[in-house]
């Protein structure tokens, strides 16, 4: 997913969670292009834009659990505690749940989900 172009070089970019201000930002911006390819007939784009709204979720949450996103420790690779994170990180992941759950929950992107899902499995 990370390295489908055009994609990529067009989403990446937008793609910040650091503070929950950088997180409304680039939701909308990410939104926007998921409208976008939407409108232009390519579902392949909005779903990639989907997933970056997804992992915008994702990765602030794992920010807001694990300090430093670490999950685990180098060395015995054995698991951090838990509570450790950046607090901030779990308003920037609300954001981005309420977008991705928006972007799933249009009626468009889903009919065209379910005719990819039919054509190609």
Known sequence: MLICQ??????VPLW???TPDEAETSSAAIKAKFKAYLD???FVGADLARTFLQMGFTRARRYANYRGGRKYTGEDHHKLPRGTGEPEKARSAEIFH????AAE???DYAARKNDWKQRFG
């Open 16 to 18: 910040r969670f650091k």
């Open 98 to 101: 309420e977008s991705w759950k």
């Open 105 to 107: 929950a249009n009626e």
């Open 6 to 11: 055009p994609y990529k070089d067009e989403l």
């Open 40 to 42: 232009a007939g390519d």
